[in-house]
């Protein structure tokens, strides 16, 4: 499969529990984003990546959160200290630029929820 | 600030017929606008993407417009199937890449 992939799948922690995901990319796409779901929502922007570089992150990404692409190739978005307001689907995605246009291409995600 | 608005929130209709899904958005400064379906509990399926410089793409039976000037795009689907019962999602872009969605428009399609 050379589509997006993503986990855990699934993550049920306690509050206050430390948590990592990891994203893999499509093969040599050069963007990877990382997004945020709740339930009845469309999905909001958290940070994103230029091969290693991170370029912009939201104003949602908390000092709690932190996210790393150490190598240009998978990505890690860890969310300290969890809050029960954390839990939600954790969407990865990643496009080629300039080649497609930025078309960006997600993977299945990570579900999280906080007790 | 960006703003996208899909109308409407759902939409129940019998198979085979055609229906259109409606997107807006406030700034007409956009890179692209995505197309995207999402099956409940999974990711994102990307559907169309339509350059800001495009009018129009078509994918076998789904066709998406862009008219940017009015900050509009529809989604055009023909002979709908219960398989395209699904959660539709319209996103756009700034050049900085990252995208603003829509809340969806959930579609479900009656045998």
């Known amino acids: 499969d050379t589509g997006v992939s993503q986990n855990p799948r699934h993550k049920i922690t306690k509050r206050g529990q430390n948590v990592t995901f990891r994203c893999d990319p499509i093969?040599?796409?050069?963007?990877l984003y990382w997004y945020r779901q709740t339930l009845g929502q469309g999905p909001e922007f958290l940070t994103y990546f230029q091969n290693e570089a991170q370029l912009e992150k939201s104003r949602l990404l908390s000092d709690r959160f932190s996210a790393e692409r150490p190598k240009g190739s998978f990505s890690t978005l860890e969310i300290q200290r969890t809050e029960q307001g954390d839990s939600a689907m954790y969407l990865c995605?990643?496009?080629?630029?300039?080649?497609?246009?930025?078309?960006?291409?997600f993977g299945p995600g990570t579900r999280l929820t906080v007790l | 600030k960006q703003e996208v608005t899909q109308i409407p929130a759902a939409l129940s209709v019998p198979e085979g017929e055609n229906l259109v899904l409606n997107c807006s958005f406030t700034d007409s400064a956009i890179y692209n606008l995505q197309w995207f379906r999402q099956d409940p509990g999974k990711g994102l399926t990307s559907l169309l993407l339509?350059?800001?410089?495009?009018r129009e793409q078509t994918s076998g039976r789904l066709n998406a417009s862009l008219d940017k000037s009015s900050g509009r795009s529809t989604l055009y689907i023909a002979a709908s199937q219960p398989g395209d019962s699904a959660t539709y999602l319209c996103a756009v872009s700034s050049n900085t890449g990252k995208l603003i969605f829509g809340q969806g428009t959930t579609l479900q399609v009656k045998p």
């Open positions: 093969s040599e796409h050069n963007r």
């Open positions: 339509i350059q800001s410089s495009q």
């Open positions: 995605a990643s496009s080629l630029v300039p080649t497609s246009g930025n078309e960006q291409f």
